[in-house]
Every structure is written in C-alpha cells, then in structure tokens.
C-alpha cells in the first residue's frame, strides 16, 4: 500500500486544473480517470479572461488561446433581423474577453502541460469507495484489468462530475431540479457565410437557436425544442431536425453538413451546500450544474480548483491549519449560488413564449 498527499478523482478541465495548481505548489499527487481517454466531444465552449489569468498562473494562458478563437463579438437576431450587437473588444483583461475553444482541446492543453512533467492521468481507474479517519482516507482503486489497489492519501478531490462517486459517498444532498425544457445540440460545420460573430443568438416565437463558433465554419447550434416530461426518455437527434430548425429560425439560409455530435439534453440546476466534508472535497459540476447559458460552468469548476489548489497547499506544508479550508466552501459555494441564479435567469430571458414578453425583451435588447 502506497501513500500520497492527494488523490484528484476525474480528469476533465477542472480535475487538470486541478492537477496542474497542485504541481505549481510543489504537492504531490495521483489523478485518475475511469474513462479510457479524453473526451472527443467539444462541451464546454469558451475559457474567458479571469480563467485564463488564474490558469496561467500554472499553464501559460498563450496556449489556449493559440489553440482557439479570440471572443470578438455576439450578435442577437429574431426572424433574420439583427437587431443588437455586442462588442466585446474593449476588455481589459491581458487576454481578451476570452477564447473559444472545444473542451477537448482545453483537455488537451492541460494534459500535454502536465505530461511536460512526467505526469499523467491514469485511466480506465476508478475510485469505488473511500473511508475517511483522523489524518487522511483509505480508498480502493479499481483497475483497467481488474484488479484493485488500496491507496491512502491526505486528501481526495472529487472532479468527477455531476454524478460524482465522491459526493455520493459523502451523502451530500444535490439540491435543484430538471428544467423542463428539451434542447437540442449539434457540433456542425456550416455552409455559407455566417455573421462576423462568435455568438449569434437567433430568437423566434417557436424557441431561441445559439450558434456559437468553434472554427473557421465549424458551429454549435443549441436550439430549445419544446417543454416535456422530465421522466420522458432523451431522442436521437438527426441532423434534418437541426437543419429544419436553422430554416426557421437563423439569420439565413445555411446547409449543414458533417455533423462532429449531435445530441439531446436537458437543463438540470443542482448544488450541494457544503463542497468539502473533513479531508474529502468537491470542485466543479461534483459541486453544482446549472444552465449552460452565459458559458459558465468549466470556468466556475477551474476557478474552484485553484481557489482549493493554494488552500490545501499550505495545509499541507503546515504553513496554515485545516481551519483555512473552510473558507472554500465559504467562498466558492456563494460564487456558485449567484452563477445558477445567473445562469437560469438567462434562460428564462431566452425562452421566453409570451408575445408581449418576446416584444420587450427585443426592445431592450435592441436599445
């Protein structure tokens, strides 16, 4: 049986992050994925300024944005009128607004920076319980050919998404509901010339359309369908559906072709009350999910991480007393509330049905 100071649980862009503020701190850790290899699809869209600051306090922030696309502008259309524009130039942030890039790329950067240290995520491992006692945690690792291994450590991080093994086990409560509303989503690539945006916002009295751009012609389309049943079962989404819906609804007439991912969700907004319970904690979607509207979540889960990483750092070099790490909680679960409140205000803005609503919304959008 081995022993290490940390043990990050889930290594998408938080978990990385994670692990890369660890590495700047001089801890040592392990991170484990029980995924096979990073994820292929694009999710999480954009980093924006603050992420990139604090992530290059670890990572410098020139390669994520040599990875992607400057945020410029966002543009809001209704029934092919533009009808606002958003200029987002005038940052005064050394990065910008921010950078679009898929979340497979971000994932990417991280790891390439963490493996320029020897270090690399172990997949195909899963953590399938931990007991916790006075001076760290006993947990078991289920291995790639079956077998497990008993490891102890100070301290485990749970990164491992919204149905985290670590909260579960912690039993702490996921407070929220499921939205009502079904979304569809496509990663496509786009015939034609679309504005000179990053975002554009289509609104039309059947439901909102976001287009936002990952490459030169290369989109996300997230398009609200309908209310449902919570309990009703996800569809296949085909890309005719999508293509219909951009007839409709976009600033054009624009084909699209070579769908990358094509999906349906829905809307869940959850968070739990405490991030952390003794020497275990939670970071990123572990901690709360919410409305992707506003692209929020990764970066709220990366600022988590280093917000816990410089903590638990002078935790355990003994510079401070485990009191500090309750500040985490402190701090990240009130930054975490007022993103969800955030975030489902938006999207109650952009599902909007009324027509009265609809019309007031575009005027002050417009004005």
Not at 58 to 67: E, G, L, M, Y
Request: proline letters at 4%; glycine letters at 8%; a negative charge.
């Amino acid at each position: 049986m081995s022993k290490i100071p940390v043990l990050i649980c889930g290594a998408g862009p938080v978990g990385l992050t994670m692990a890369a503020q660890l590495l700047r701190q001089g801890i040592g850790f392990r991170i484990v994925d029980k995924n096979s290899r990073r994820s292929i699809h694009s999710k999480a869209l954009v980093i924006w300024a603050r992420s990139l600051e604090v992530l290059n306090t670890a990572v410098p922030a020139q390669d994520f944005i040599d990875a992607g696309i400057p945020v410029r502008k966002a543009e809001y259309w209704f029934q092919q009128e533009r009808l606002a524009e958003i200029d987002f130039s005038g940052a005064e942030s050394p990065f910008g607004t921010g950078v679009m890039i898929p979340q497979d790329e971000t994932e990417r950067v991280l790891e390439e920076s963490l493996a320029r240290h020897e270090i690399h995520v172990e997949r195909q491992t899963e953590l399938k319980e931990f007991e916790q006692h006075a001076t760290g945690l006993r947990c078991q690792l289920a291995k790639a050919d079956g077998t497990m291994e008993e490891l102890d450590v100070s301290w485990l991080i749970g990164c491992d998404g919204a149905h985290s093994v670590v909260r579960h086990q912690l039993e702490l409560p996921f407070h929220g509901e499921l939205d009502k509303h079904r979304w569809y989503l496509a990663d496509v690539h786009i015939r034609g010339e679309m504005p000179d945006a990053n975002v554009v916002i289509c609104g039309h009295p059947d439901g909102i359309m976001i287009c936002f751009q990952i490459r030169e012609n290369r989109w996300r389309i997230i398009a609200e369908v309908d209310l449902t049943d919570p309990d009703q079962p996800v569809e296949e989404v085909k890309l005719s559906q999508v293509q219909e819906m951009m007839n409709q609804r976009g600033p054009s007439d624009f084909e699209l072709a070579d769908p990358v991912w094509l999906s349906e969700f829905r809307i869940n907004e959850r968070k739990v009350d405490r991030y952390g319970v003794g020497r275990a904690f939670l970071v990123g979607d572990a901690a709360h999910i919410h409305s992707p509207a506003g692209g929020q979540g990764m970066n709220t889960g990366m600022q988590d991480a280093c917000n816990l990483a410089w903590k638990l750092a002078l935790v355990e070099k003994g510079v401070a007393g485990q009191p500090l790490l309750e500040s985490y909680t402190q701090e990240r679960s009130a930054i975490g509330e007022q993103v969800l409140k955030a975030a489902g205000r938006l999207t109650d803005v952009a599902t909007l049905r009324n027509p009265l609503a609809i019309s007031l919304r575009n005027i002050a959008l417009k004005t």
